[in-house]
């Protein structure tokens, strides 16, 4: 739970309060069974200030980017033994180090938002029903649970126990994106989990270094097995070089285990994420947005408190919309990501990631809300929801922090595409197609063009996509003019376009896309005084056609995608004129 320490209810944390007893929708952190205060490890206690012994900072330091780099190489490592874009190119993944106690210790640089808040929460749970002492050398675990684990099916997690000096230490997980779980080809139409495809429960991919039935299920169930199948076998691989650099680090050191330093490491983080927050006034703002979900009747409203006291800080959704019978649903989970994804990015940007950072941080979502639902609601396109949060949570903050906002994006949700049929050959393909617009402006510069926020995926070239499928991107550029005027300009959307082959080139039969995104309704909108951009459109051979369902495709067909720029920041009179003649001399901006 943000803000304290596992444990039972009732008891206290660090700074002798009391912790609260678990409510309904409040962020409580799963209590593992097992669990030991911290100490601080002998070896960083070198020196003494006024009769008492405090850590190295240097060799604090040093363990800190060490572990770090581990989680980094593994998640180099995933990358290149991958086999779909999806992880290769897409780059939908994250690479973490926990200590004994279930304490999120490190987390890969490289990562998507969407695992911040998931995977600290994910070794708890999963230490609840396999208590380390039961597991032994070998020994993998699977879920993709979107309650357990990040939000959606087709996030598959991988976890392992660190053994050292022959007995569990800590865990490693990685948790990544796949191209598909069976279910439904993607689209946000599914009325409940059991059409989106196979939920695996918590359990045994590898039983003492053997595999299990699981990958027969796996395998018997999804679309482009080879791809899942390698990309999870991957995923294993990773797991397993960051559970043996782990061990050689902990040998190196004389580290008997990884809670005192995981202490020492977390309570630093914490400790800065708490002085960023009282570097803020006390008090209260809100915010809502009303989001226009294909297929509902009425809009699905999202509404937002945002409460600073001290050295805490809450946001409670209470009052959003009940969950709804499409597959836009957000778990707890995924709410908590993209909730404290943009905290982060706003007070504490440079101290890495850890399970310290999130504890002065309160969420609370109602059960049985959007943002919290009960199973089995839909979970699929959970992101064109989950990416406005951000958006919601910076209007709040407009008025407390305006210099350290940026304006809403047109990147705001993800725009994606599934395109999946048979080749020629009758090989089968499964391909996704991402495009950006552009980010909103800041206080100090314009907004970026064509990129990932708040995903911060990557964009997958467009020669992997066209040796992928049978498939021509006619066209992709950007969109003169997109981004909202202000004192700082947002960056540019793009337009992309993508054609069926035909002839031999072609597919066998149909395409069938299965598209997600778009603005929903709100429209991007300038901050302080900028102005926004248009919604994004999309078009079947010309005709404008909604996002959130499924589209038949043949040869010959045109998809095509025009995504809207950010929005301005600040009054456009106030724009530099040499801004402005730089805009016209590189034609980001029409002359008029």
């Given amino acids: 739970m943000p803000g304290v320490r596992p444990g039972a209810a009732g008891a206290r944390d660090d700074r002798g309060r009391a912790r609260p007893r678990p409510g309904a929708g409040d962020d409580h952190r799963p209590r593992p069974g097992r669990h030991r205060r911290h100490r601080r490890p002998r070896h960083h206690q070198h020196r003494s200030e006024g009769g008492v012994t405090v850590p190295d900072p240097v060799r604090v330091e040093t363990s800190w980017r060490r572990l770090q780099s581990i989680t980094d190489e593994a998640a180099t490592a995933l990358v290149r033994a991958s086999f779909s874009s999806v992880i290769r190119d897409f780059l939908d993944y994250a690479c973490v180090v926990f200590d004994g106690a279930g304490t999120m210790l490190v987390h890969s640089s ?93 359990t045994l991919l590898y039983e003492r270094g053997e595999p299990t039935m699981v990958f027969d299920f796996l395998r018997a169930n999804v679309r482009e097995p080879d791809k899942v199948i390698g990309d999870l076998r991957a995923q294993v691989s990773a797991n397993a070089l960051m559970a043996e650099r782990v061990a050689a680090f902990m040998a190196e050191n004389d580290l008997a285990a990884l809670e005192p330093l995981s202490a020492e490491i977390t309570g630093r983080s914490e400790a800065s994420m708490r002085a960023a927050i009282t570097a803020l006034p006390d008090g209260a703002a809100s915010s809502e947005i009303s989001l226009d979900i294909p297929g509902l009747a009425d809009p699905v409203r999202v509404v937002l408190r945002l409460t600073i006291a001290g050295d805490e800080l809450t946001l409670d959704y209470s009052g959003t919309t009940a969950q709804v019978p499409r597959a836009v649903n957000v778990t707890l989970n995924m709410t908590r990501s993209y909730s404290f994804y943009i905290l982060k990015c706003l007070l504490d940007p440079l101290v890495p990631n850890n399970g310290g950072s999130l504890r002065p941080v309160r969420i609370v979502a109602p059960e049985g809300s959007v943002l919290n639902p009960y199973r089995p609601a839909a979970t699929w396109g959970r992101t064109m929801i989950a990416h406005m949060l951000p958006e919601l949570i910076m209007e709040a903050l407009s008025g407390i922090v305006p210099d350290r906002i940026l304006a809403p994006s047109g990147a705001t949700p993800l725009a994606y595409c599934n395109l999946v049929g048979e080749r020629a050959d009758g090989g089968t393909f499964f391909t996704i197609v991402t495009m950006h617009g552009g980010m909103g402006a800041l206080a100090t510069q314009d907004g970026l063009s064509c990129i990932s926020f708040p995903a911060n995926c990557a964009n997958i070239p467009v020669e ?19 981004g909202g005027r202000g004192r700082y300009r947002g960056g540019l959307g793009q337009r992309v376009e993508i054609e069926v082959l035909g002839g031999d080139l072609g597919p066998r039969g149909t395409v069938l896309a299965g598209l997600r995104g778009g603005r929903l309704g709100v429209p991007v909108r300038g901050a302080l005084g900028g102005e926004g951009s248009f919604a994004a459109r999309v078009e079947l051979n010309g005709t404008q056609i909604g996002i959130g369902s499924q589209v038949t495709l043949g040869p010959g067909d045109v998809l095509a995608f025009e995504l809207p720029g950010g929005g301005g920041y600040g009054d456009p009179e106030e724009r530099d004129p040499r801004l402005i003649a730089a805009d016209l001399a590189d034609g980001l901006v029409p002359a008029e």
């Fill in 464 to 482: 992997i996509i066209e040796s992928d499928a049978p498939l021509l991107i006619r066209r992709k550029s950007l969109l003169p003019g997109s």
């Fill in 110 to 202: 490289r990562s998507t938002p969407g695992l911040l808040g998931v995977l600290p929460f994910v070794v708890p749970n999963a230490m609840a029903e396999y208590p380390m002492e039961t597991l032994r050398p070998g020994d993998v675990l699977i879920l993709n649970d979107p309650w357990t684990g990040s939000g959606h099916l087709i996030d598959i997690t991988v976890l392992a126990p660190v053994f050292h000096r022959d007995r569990p230490a800590g865990y490693v997980a990685c948790s990544a994106h796949h191209l598909n779980v069976g279910g439904r080809h993607a689209t946000i139409e599914s009325r409940d989990l059991y059409e989106e495809g196979l939920k695996i429960p918590l």
